[in-house]
T-cell receptor, first 115, second 114 residues
């Protein structure tokens, strides 16, 4: 299994509070991703990173920001959590985006509940 | 609009029989297709992939077939085992400027009955 950990694994927070989720990898992979999984929607990309300090938006980025100051860590921040951000959040990594090596490997997930 | 579709939310098969999971896509620019398996409370696990230049890829009990003209792919599991019971996601990768992104279907819950 790819060395990916996420913390916390579960969190309950109140509307309007800031929340930061952490993804940590030990594979030294260049690319890191944040997804959310919701019933009826599959997995949707929030943000991704293609290197230290290099990040870009995915399809559902509103209300989220990210930072990557080290190869191994990718942080997802909800500046002011809303109930619509209640979801399961997955971090993923990949070694390459070229031909071959297209697989992304996922962490165990963080279940976030915003009350 | 949904570019990757898994039209069957669930599938039930008997142990030892073949499981066939289907996936349709609309974007002809996708260049790689992947299947992931997900157990409850775990992250998705990569199963098998296929390049758009191929029509079949096999790995043990798992075979993926790609029909580009029909924009359709399928995952065959033979023989099915109770441990295969999980949600299966089909995913597709965009080419060129979208090659960072995987687009996922909504998933199919496979139940393999002993």
């Amino acid at each position: 299994d790819a060395g990916i950990t996420q913390s916390p694994r579960h969190k309950v927070t109140e509307t309007g509070t800031p929340v930061t989720l952490r993804c940590h990898q030990t594979e030294n992979h260049r690319y890191m991703y944040w997804y959310r999984q919701d019933p009826g929607h599959g997995l949707r990309l929030i943000h991704y990173s293609y290197g230290v300090k290099d990040t870009d938006k995915g399809e559902v980025s509103d209300g989220y920001s990210v930072s990557r100051s080290k190869t191994e860590d990718f942080l997802l921040t909800l500046e002011s959590a809303t109930s619509s951000q209640t979801s399961v959040y997955f971090c993923a990594i990949s070694e390459s985006m070229g031909t071959g090596g297209v697989e992304q490997y996922f962490g165990p997930g963080t279940r976030l509940t915003v009350t | 609009d949904q570019q990757v579709k898994q039209n069957s939310p669930s599938l039930s098969v008997q142990e030892g029989r073949i499981s066939i999971l289907n996936c349709d896509y609309t974007n002809s620019m996708f260049d790689y297709f992947l299947w992931y398996k997900k157990y409850p409370a775990e992250g998705p696990t990569f199963l098998i992939s296929i390049s758009s230049i191929k029509d079949k890829n096999e790995d043990g009990r798992f075979t993926v077939f790609l029909n580009k003209s029909a924009k359709h792919l399928s995952l065959h599991i033979v023989p099915s085992q109770p441990g295969d019971s999980a949600v299966y996601f089909c995913a597709a990768r965009g080419s060129g400027g979208s090659n960072y992104k995987l687009t996922f279907g909504k998933g199919t819950l496979l139940t393999v009955n002993p």
